[in-house]
């Protein structure tokens, strides 16, 4: 079992960065998969990106690809979300998200544990 927590959120102006971080504590980090998910207001929850337990491979949604990039240091225990290019569109409520598989998966009901999330504001 893993706790998550998240941080990084904030404002920014269309075409800026962020990075967010996810810091876990718990139970070994590279036996479990990362995803990062967002929810905008009135909207369901999406999927972003994902990494192995091992770090090494990673999925993006259409959305972010070669805008975003998730990494992860297992001796620290915490994966980050580095993005760029932001747009009004990427405004959502950012969750991290582990589950107990070192392989991950897209859809949001495959994760068993959560963060409380992290505001990303985009202004245009």
């Known amino acids: 079992q893993v706790l998550l927590g998240e941080s990084g959120g904030g404002s920014v102006q269309a075409g800026g960065s962020l990075r967010l971080s996810c810091a876990a504590t718990?139970?070994?980090?590279?036996?479990?998969?990362v995803g990062w998910f967002r929810q905008a207001p009135g909207k369901e929850r999406e999927f972003v990106t994902a990494?192995?337990?091992?770090?090494?491979?990673?999925s993006y949604s259409d959305s972010v690809k070669g805008r975003f990039t998730i990494s992860r240091n297992n001796p620290k225990n915490t994966v980050w979300l580095q993005m760029n290019s932001l747009k009004p569109e990427d405004t959502a409520v950012y969750y991290c998200?582990?589950?107990?598989?070192?392989?991950?998966?897209?859809?949001?009901?495959?994760?068993?544990?959560w963060g409380q999330g992290t505001q990303v504001t985009v202004s245009s």
């Open positions: 718990g139970d070994t980090f590279s036996k479990y998969a």
């Open positions: 990494i192995t337990g091992s770090g090494g491979a990673t």
């Open positions: 998200a582990a589950r107990d598989d070192p392989i991950p998966r897209m859809l949001a009901s495959w994760y068993h544990y």
